[in-house]
């Protein structure tokens, strides 16, 4: 009896024994990855459904791994928050999407998208200086503030204690602020009376079967029109066919993101990039 018990819970402690030893293998290999210069930044357009232009570029890093190959962030960005190194990868990533977005607007001019998302964890957003991190990024580019946007998770928002200061501080400097993967969180509507956001970026899962009638469709008819109503901005998350960008332009949306259009690139091609409008 004893020995049926004891077995499962023996094994679980050293799955979870592995598991600890592995992240911080993992943590430790994430320093020096910074150090040598081995994170790299890939960029996905988000399009305007009217018209197929270009509005803007989301900013996804990527670990290029000497062995490994490109490493998903799904992968490490987690464990970079866990071990605070996300602090200061996150000063790299907003450095270099700043100074990116600049040079785009000085060499391509009009074709050059307006704007430039980037992610921000948690844990940056809790950290006292976060708000000069982005200040200084953004000087020393020379990046409008207004080209920026931040996205946060509604997480995020709550979690951090300092979280809600920081938006109030980002607002301040000209950045806009988006919520990303609105609507998975421990979301609630009452977020968007007292957190200062300009951008709702619905999430992939109700994007996912909206052509077909059903609850995707009724929720993602409601947050394009709570957005619209607040006089807040709209992306559409993860559409990946033409049925279902067509679909979202009839409810309203006007912004969209997905494969559909273009899968992350390093150096996207804003002369002949391929978006298509939907109408
Ligand atoms: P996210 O911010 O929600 O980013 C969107 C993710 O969905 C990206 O995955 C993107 O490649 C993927 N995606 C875009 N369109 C489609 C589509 O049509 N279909 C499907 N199946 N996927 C699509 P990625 O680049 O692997 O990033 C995963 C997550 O890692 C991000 O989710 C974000 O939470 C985090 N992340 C990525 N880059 C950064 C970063 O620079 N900083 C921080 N803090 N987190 C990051
Ligand atoms: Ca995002
Ligand atoms: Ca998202
Ligand atoms: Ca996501």
Redesign the pocket.
């Known amino acids: 009896e004893a020995k049926g018990t004891g077995k499962p819970f023996h094994r679980f402690t050293t799955e979870l024994d592995q598991h600890s030893t592995e992240q911080a293998r993992l943590g430790a290999e994430l320093r020096a990855a910074l150090d040598a210069d081995q994170f790299q930044l890939v960029y996905?357009p988000i399009v305007s459904l009217p018209t197929g232009s270009l509005a803007s570029v989301?900013?996804?890093?990527r670990w290029v791994h000497p062995e490994r190959g490109w490493v998903?962030?799904?992968e490490f960005?987690p464990v970079a928050e866990q071990n605070g190194l996300?602090v200061e990868l996150?000063a790299w990533?907003l450095r270099t999407a700043c100074t990116q977005a600049a040079d785009w607007r000085a060499r391509l001019g009009t074709r050059a998208p307006a704007r430039v998302n980037?992610?921000?964890?948690a844990r940056q957003l809790a950290e006292p200086g976060f708000a000069d991190v982005v200040s200084a990024a953004l000087a020393d580019s020379g990046l409008p503030p207004s080209c920026l946007v931040v996205?946060v998770t509604e997480t995020a928002v709550f979690e951090g204690g300092r979280a809600l200061e920081t938006l109030h501080e980002l607002h301040a400097l000209g950045v806009l602020v988006a919520l990303?993967?609105f609507g998975t969180g421990h979301s609630s509507l009452g977020l968007l009376q007292t957190v200062p956001v300009d951008v709702l970026k619905v999430d992939?899962s109700f994007v996912d079967n909206i052509t077909m009638a059903g609850r995707h469709a009724v929720i993602a008819t409601a947050l394009i029109n709570v957005s619209t109503g607040l006089g807040l901005t709209a992306v559409a998350?993860?559409?990946?066919t033409a049925e279902q960008a067509a679909e979202l332009h009839r409810l309203g949306y006007r912004l969209a993101?997905?494969?559909?259009f273009g899968?992350?690139v390093a150096e996207p091609d804003f002369g002949t990039a391929e978006v298509t409008a939907v109408v």
Do not use: T
């Open positions: 996905q989301e900013a996804l890093v998903s962030p799904a960005v996300i996150g990533i980037v992610n921000v964890s996205e990303d993967d992939k998350e993860g559409v990946e993101q997905g494969y559909h899968k992350p």
